[in-house]
């Protein structure tokens, strides 16, 4: 049985914050995706094992979700997990694994958040695929917030996996001159993990990393980025609003 996470509370807004209920700032976006970087590099600055790290991650995924609800951000993307990172030790796979699973049982328990798995879960140990499938479909018909978590994700095999399908529906049916002649962004959009979603308008990445990482490289074509130095544990309302704020700013042209 892995150790019960216990949730971060979120802070209260600012009565002059910039996303307080009110005071919305325009425009806000309508999808915010965060790379939640830095759990590893927090632990190693306290000295304490990067599970602990993990476990303060997790914790803080209940506050960001509030804020975003606050703010009226109808989708949310989250990435904890790369395909790349399933190489790591072992035993700190686990503990990740095992705290990703229960970041999934709670959010789903709250009956707040509809959960989308983005990712591809045959990558996993089967029990924690499981749990975390589970986690999805109890919150199907759940009102709220859009929150897509990628596990397992890459941005590259997001697209091939799209391809991939068209073409083996295509091949089954014996129209891949149809295909040939239809293949377009949009039909190849119709096929991504985050199909029938708009695109991120803002990713935040923590920990002061200026990468991308093969993270939703499709998806990002004209997103706007904004990094913090901050560790994805320590992320709080501050630095959130710091981020929405300064997207906020931005005059964005989407390549004109």
């Not at 919305?24 to 759990?39: K, S």
């Not at 789903?108 to 089967?126: E, F, M, N, Q």
């Not at 962004?185 to 990445?205: F, H, K, N």
Request: charged share 20%.
């Amino acid at each position: 049985m892995t150790q019960e996470l216990i949730l971060r509370a979120p802070e209260p807004f600012a009565a002059n914050s910039p996303v307080a209920p009110g005071v919305v700032p325009h425009p806000l976006p309508t999808h915010l995706a965060v790379i939640l970087d830095g759990n590893r590099r927090w632990a190693d600055r306290l000295g304490v094992p990067a599970a602990e790290g993990y476990r303060a991650g997790g914790r803080n995924v209940h506050a960001l979700l509030s804020w975003c609800e606050e703010a009226g951000i109808p989708f949310v993307t989250l990435w904890p997990l790369s395909t790349e990172n399933l190489g790591r030790d072992a035993g700190e796979l686990r503990d990740l694994l095992a705290v990703i699973a229960d970041v999934f049982d709670e959010l789903a328990a709250s009956g707040r958040w509809r959960l989308h798995v983005i990712g591809d879960l045959t990558k996993l140990p089967p029990a924690t695929a499981e749990r975390i499938g589970a986690a999805q479909r109890r919150t199907a018909h759940t009102r709220g917030l859009d929150v897509n978590i990628a596990v397992a994700y890459s941005g590259r095999l997001d697209v091939l996996h799209a391809i991939r399908s068209l073409i083996e529906e295509h091949v089954a049916a014996g129209t891949v001159d149809q295909l040939l002649a239809q293949l377009s962004p949009e039909l190849i959009e119709s096929r991504l993990y985050t199909a029938g979603q708009p695109e991120p308008d803002l990713v935040i990445r923590t920990s002061g990393e200026q990468r991308l990482s093969n993270f939703m490289l499709w998806q990002t074509a004209f997103s706007e980025f904004y990094f913090t130095p901050t560790c994805w544990p320590d992320f709080g309302r501050d630095d959130f609003e710091q981020a929405i704020a300064a997207y906020g700013t931005r005059a964005r042209r989407f390549g004109k």
